[in-house]
């Protein structure tokens, strides 16, 4: 007579079988309500772009599309503890001489316009009367935070972006742009709160950063600057949509009736202070508790951003490139969120352990070109005054 045996656990709940990697990756995939994007297919796609635009090395804008990407999936893989924050990429984002003057229109104010900042926006009250969100201009509106700015310049040189003499022009370019730098650190300061603002330049594939603290105004010490008439708002007329007509005149809507006004006029500053039309002009005003910024720390300089590793498809190239592990922790350096902690997703925009950081050689030398590079931007305040849009004080 046989036995009755009682079942156990592992009777009556077999074990599961365990999903591999790739059926996991391929469900997540094919599921509709999800965009899955592997390390592979990232690297694949940003090294495309990258061979895109060392192929248009003369132009900067061919920088824009890899920067673009690798700047949105490190935003997209940040998740703030603060609900109605977002962290997000803005390319050509508008940094204003004071956020006093946010009331007016931006074409009429003095800017700065960095290739991207990434930004700390928040969801916003709505007016109860008609539910859309205020305004800038609204005292209840929550202003957005400044992490980091980034700029790109080309490297136009005979040789491969990977060369050790393409990081060495890159080296020495940087002096170029720490006065650009210098003036949008300024203008990050007055449109944006936080003792302390980042910048990341790239020239070509090699990066450098660098932190601005915020100086402390001095009652007793009044701030110089650029003579400039204060900031008054432009004229009623001048704040009205424009209509062309075709004598070559512009016409005024609202009032009492069109009025009609030369177009010269209207391209006429609002005041002495010069208005910044391209985004890279206006002078910035002078102001007692903005004080202007002094040299930058480095905290890393001409690194590469890219890494040569062997290739996975031998098919068609030997080596591949993928984003640098010193490029990856330079960039989780300056995400911090200034009103909380923010969490990244784990992802391929993580920098592995123990990453190298940069050397106190390195830095040095970094040190060095900057003062060089202000003593030029001094030399040239004083035999050519007239260029200068900005007045600092660098001690």
């Known amino acids: 007579m046989p036995t009755y045996k009682v079942p156990d656990e592992t009777d009556i709940f077999p074990p599961p079988i365990l999903e591999s990697n790739m059926d996991a990756a391929e469900r997540i995939y094919q599921d509709p309500k999800c965009l899955y994007i592997s390390a592979s297919s990232f690297e694949r796609r940003i090294q495309n772009l990258f061979e895109n635009a060392s192929a248009r090395r003369e132009v900067e804008a061919a920088l824009y599309a890899p920067y673009d990407r690798i700047l949105t999936d490190l935003c997209s893989s940040a998740e703030p503890d603060n609900a109605k924050a977002t962290v997000s990429c803005h390319p050509q984002s508008v940094l204003i001489d004071d956020v006093d003057k946010l009331k007016y229109p931006i074409r009429f104010l003095a800017r700065r316009i960095p290739d991207w900042a990434v930004l700390v926006t928040y969801l916003q009250l709505r007016a109860p009367d008609t539910g859309i969100p205020y305004r800038v201009n609204h005292p209840l509106f929550k202003l957005s935070q400044l992490l980091f700015w980034m700029e790109a310049k080309p490297l136009a040189i005979r040789e491969a972006w990977s060369s050790l003499d393409a990081q060495e022009a890159a080296g020495a370019a940087v002096s170029r742009y720490v006065s650009q730098l210098m003036e949008q650190a300024e203008f990050g300061f007055r449109h944006h709160s936080g003792d302390a603002v980042y910048a990341i330049l790239v020239v070509a594939t090699y990066f450098s950063v660098f932190r601005f603290d915020r100086p402390q105004p001095s009652p007793d ?149 900057i003062d060089t590079a202000l003593k030029l931007r001094d030399q040239q305040d004083l035999t050519h005054p007239h260029t200068r849009t900005r007045t600092q004080e660098v001690p």
Do not use: W
Request: hydrophobic letters at 30%; glycine letters at 6%.
């Open 221 to 369: 010490t009044p701030v110089k600057s650029s003579p400039a008439a204060p900031s008054t708002p432009p004229p009623p007329a001048l704040r009205k949509r424009r209509r062309l007509n075709r004598s070559g005149t512009a016409q005024l809507g609202g009032g009492a009736g069109p009025s009609v006004v030369p177009l010269a006029a209207l391209r006429a500053p609002p005041s002495k202070v010069k208005e910044a039309a391209d985004g890279e002009q206006g002078e910035i005003s002078p102001h007692n508790k903005y004080p202007p910024v002094k040299a930058p720390s480095v905290l890393y300089y001409n690194e590469p951003v890219l890494v040569t590793v062997p290739s996975n498809d031998n098919a068609t190239t030997d080596t591949d490139e993928k984003l640098s592990p010193i490029f990856l922790q330079a960039l989780q350096d300056v995400m911090g969120v200034p009103d909380g902690n923010c969490s990244f997703q784990p992802s391929y925009m993580q920098p592995p352990a123990n990453v190298v950081r940069p050397s106190a050689k390195s830095l040095d030398v970094s040190k060095k070109l």
